[in-house]
């Protein structure tokens, strides 16, 4: 939803949409909602998050892509 825009309707529509993703990350196992937020919401990169958890990047990148199918 553009930024610029903030009329009362565009307002609505970005409360709601948040509401939705919020309701759909809720659904997913934790590690794959986890991965989601960091690397795609947070903009942390796989490497960080890699080091941050242990977790291997091959093993993020398909956490990731599981969450966004669900999505």
Do not use: C, M
């Amino acid at each position: 939803l553009p930024a610029e825009n903030s009329s009362p309707e565009t307002e609505n529509l970005r409360n709601l949409f948040w509401d939705l993703l919020k309701e759909a990350l809720d659904e997913l196992p934790a590690p794959q909602r986890e991965v989601f937020i960091q690397h795609e919401l947070e903009g942390i990169p796989f490497k960080e998050i890699e080091a941050a958890t242990g977790v291997s990047t091959a093993t993020l990148i398909t956490r990731k892509r599981y969450a966004v199918l669900h999505l």
